[in-house]
Nanobody
Framework: QPQLVESGGGLVQPGGSLRLSCAGHALTVDYYHIGWFRQAPGKEREGVSCISSSDDSTYYADPVKGRFTISRDSVWNMVYLQMNSLEPEDTAVYYC??????????????????WGQGTQVTVSS
């Protein structure tokens, strides 16, 4: 059964940085479009960033452009989300997800098939 496992969340002060990791188990991250999503209390899950399986093109939601960077490491079968200049509004549970290469790469969570369990990110002083 394909699985994704996130790690790297925690408590950070405003302006700080975190790097989230997403490990694929029985799932080769190179083959799939991989997305990062987040869900804050009382809000819907929203797309943050995604990376294409075909050419590693990357996409970002407007609130995180210029602050977050998604990357893929084929050797370790990992996808990362580097988050800089964090703001209290970034507080949420962050999830990584995968969808097959024949689907369109997207920031829409409804398009994704495999999900991790999530990791909490809290930005607070």
């Amino acid at each position: 059964q394909p699985q994704l496992v996130e790690s790297g969340g925690g408590l950070v002060q405003p302006g700080g940085s975190l790097r989230l990791s997403c490990a694929g188990h029985a799932l080769t991250v190179d083959y799939y479009h991989i997305g990062w999503f987040r869900q804050a209390p009382g809000k819907e899950r929203e797309g943050v960033s995604c990376i294409s399986s075909s050419d590693d093109s990357t996409y970002y939601a407007d609130p995180v452009k210029g602050r977050f960077t998604i990357s893929r490491d084929s050797v370790w079968n990992m996808v990362y989300l580097q988050m800089n200049s964090l703001e209290p509004e970034d507080t949420a549970v962050y999830y990584c997800a995968a969808v097959g290469p024949f689907q369109k790469v997207s920031l829409n969570p409804d398009e994704y098939d495999y999900w991790g369990q999530g990791t909490q990110v809290t930005v607070s002083s």
